[in-house]
């Protein structure tokens, strides 16, 4: 079995190794969502909240990406990127909302946010593959 | 036994002998070969009768070498999570009034975990309860849930087995082991 398998090494290596900030309340979708962009070479860290998110880029502006679930507690996907772009040394960073359910009204929110896409769970490898080409 | 010469391509005949000869000097071959019989029907079962969907062939295809326990890892955090929202959802449920929109978040997170997983049955049973729940029908929500802790346990002991039999097994990729 090759070690790249399901990985199209997109996240790129050594210094110009993209670092993502995956965001979930839940244990087995940060799991989940961290294999896949491991598995693509992606530097990633996790994070259960929003809150915990939101204070991770106050301290490490080298955050490339933010990929999110929607719906946590607290504080929702979509709060966390209404903060990311009201803010002016993050609003550059893409931020990807993830969610299991397709609500057309909140995708389309998302999206007239800023969000860079939008992607329904579960997951999958070839559903960070497309976000590639729109990170670098 | 008879060799058929007629009909079957001379290979088949070949094969019998290959594999007479194999398990007879490598026995440890044979052992492996059983042992993966049985994986292989197990998971088979557990796929025909709906237990598991083509989502956990997925988790499947995350584990290489960098990560070869993946799909453990993964299926023992879920059943983490699972057992407390399931405990959270039974002390929710002993409440009055009913507070419906709190079921329905907390199966909303057992619901997606299951869903990450591709544990079916689960996810069919969580989507019932929350169609009672929105409906905000508590007798329809108790009798659902029982499904749910049901399918959970039948659930988790099968993947119990499974993992059990699979680590036996040893490390990835044995059909190429040639008995040493």
Same mark, same amino acid.
């Given at each position: ?28 979708? @940060? ?6 962009? @491991? ?11 929003? *809150? ?32 990311? *772009? ?22 389309? @929110? ?10 329904? *769970? ?7 593959? @497309? ?6 | ?15 019998? $002998? ?27 079962? $557990? %796929?025909?009768?709906?237990?598991? =969907?083509?989502?956990?062939?997925q988790l499947e295809e995350l584990q290489d070498e960098s990560s070869p326990n993946f799909v453990e890892e993964v299926v023992t955090l879920f059943f983490r999570d699972s057992s407390r929202l399931v405990a959270n959802i039974d002390q929710a449920l002993q409440k009055y009034p009913q507070d419906f929109r709190r079921l329905d978040n907390i199966m909303h997170q057992l619901k997606g975990s299951a869903s990450s997983i591709g544990a079916a049955k689960m996810k069919n049973e969580c989507t019932s309860f929350r169609e ?30 499974? %993992?059990?039999?699979?680590?036996? =097994?040893?490390?990835? =990729? ?7």
């Amino acid at each position: 079995m090759s070690s790249s398998r399901g990985g199209n090494g997109c996240g790129g290596e050594g210094e110009r190794q993209i670092h993502v900030l995956a965001v979930d309340d839940s244990s087995v979708d @940060r799991a989940m969502i961290a294999r896949i962009l @491991r598995s693509s070479k992606y530097r990633v860290t996790t994070v259960d909240s929003g *809150k915990k998110a939101l204070e991770l880029l106050g301290l490490e502006p080298d955050v490339n990406m933010i990929i999110t679930d929607y719906w946590m507690p607290e504080m929702t996907g979509y709060e966390l990127l209404k903060r990311v *772009k009201e803010s002016s040394e993050l609003r550059e960073i893409p931020v990807v909302i993830m969610s299991s359910e397709n609500v057309p009204n909140r995708i389309n @929110r998302c999206l007239a946010e800023g969000a860079e896409d939008f992607l329904l *769970k579960p997951v999958r490898p070839s559903d960070v593959s @497309r976000l590639c080409s729109r990170i670098r | 036994m008879a060799l058929h010469v007629s009909s079957a391509p001379p290979i088949s005949a070949f094969h019998h $002998l290959l594999c007479f000869f194999f398990h007879d000097t490598y026995p440890e071959m044979e052992y492996a070969s059983s042992l993966q019989r049985q994986l292989a029907s197990m998971k088979k079962n $557990l %796929f025909d009768q709906g237990y598991l =969907d083509e989502q956990f062939y997925q988790l499947e295809e995350l584990q290489d070498e960098s990560s070869p326990n993946f799909v453990e890892e993964v299926v023992t955090l879920f059943f983490r999570d699972s057992s407390r929202l399931v405990a959270n959802i039974d002390q929710a449920l002993q409440k009055y009034p009913q507070d419906f929109r709190r079921l329905d978040n907390i199966m909303h997170q057992l619901k997606g975990s299951a869903s990450s997983i591709g544990a079916a049955k689960m996810k069919n049973e969580c989507t019932s309860f929350r169609e009672f729940c929105n409906k905000e029908n508590r007798e329809g929500c108790l009798r659902s849930f029982q499904k749910v802790k049901k399918e959970h346990a039948v659930l988790k002991q099968k993947l119990e087995n499974y %993992f059990q039999l699979l680590r036996q =097994d040893g490390p990835v =990729d044995k059909a190429t082991r040639s008995g040493n």
